[in-house]
Antibody, heavy 118, light 110 residues
């Protein structure tokens, strides 16, 4: 059974940093691209970032480019999101998502909540 | 990276069919067949319902179908059931090698 468990969320002040982690199990982690997708309270889904199986291809939404860094450790079956210079508009539930054929999102974690507020 | 445009809400009676549109540009929906649809019930994580414009993952009811014409993709739910009441989002790969979601549609079963 595929499991994706996010951690690292919490309350942080504007301008500070936070690192999210995602522990994956139930599939061959290094065979798949992985993604972070976020959802602000009461709002829609927003694609944040993605990373290919070997970290050779990485992409970011314009809204986070230059502030967020995605990475993975295939030996630890883990995905990460380093978030710097956080803003109030980054407040959201952050989902760790497994890819299907690179272009789709077939398994989602339950999310970790990030709240940016003073 | 503007969000794809979906109607805010669509409703129908049990047994009816409804269609949700998803309009993008030639840089996303119109340029690729990498369109997918997701169902999200309140407080739950999204679920993949359609990929490759019209393919259903294993376990998804054949009452759900997808199509595309030009820059607009569509999701049709036939034989509407109470359990179909949820939010639905489309998604597309883009020419910038990123992904974009739609604005979301709330489906109400009357």
């Amino acid at each position: 059974e595929v499991q994706l468990v996010e951690s690292g969320g919490g309350l942080v002040q504007p301008g500070r940093s936070l690192r999210l982690s995602c522990a994956a199990s139930g599939f061959t982690f290094d065979d798949y691209a992985m993604y972070w997708v976020r959802q602000a309270p009461g709002k829609g889904l927003e694609w944040v970032s993605g990373i290919s199986w070997n970290s050779g291809s990485i992409g970011y939404a314009d809204s986070v480019k230059g502030r967020f860094t995605i990475s993975r450790d295939n030996a630890k079956n883990s995905l990460y999101l380093q978030m710097n210079s956080l803003r109030a508009e980054d407040t959201a539930l952050y989902y760790c998502v497994k890819s299907l054929a690179y272009y789709y999102f077939d398994y989602w974690g339950q999310g970790t909540l990030v709240t940016v507020s003073s | 990276q503007s969000a794809l445009t979906q109607p805010a809400s669509v409703s129908g009676s049990p047994g009816q069919s409804i269609t949700i549109s998803c309009t993008g540009t030639s840089s996303d929906v119109g340029g690729y067949n990498y369109v997918s649809w997701y169902q999200q019930h309140p407080g739950k994580a999204p679920k993949l319902m359609i990929y490759d414009v019209s393919n259903r993952p294993s376990g998804v009811s054949n009452r759900f179908s997808g199509s595309k014409s030009g820059n607009t993709a569509s999701l049709t739910i036939s034989g509407l059931q109470a359990e179909d009441e949820a939010d639905y989002y489309c998604s597309s790969y883009t020419s910038s090698s990123t992904h974009v979601f739609g604005t979301g549609t709330k489906v109400t079963v009357l």
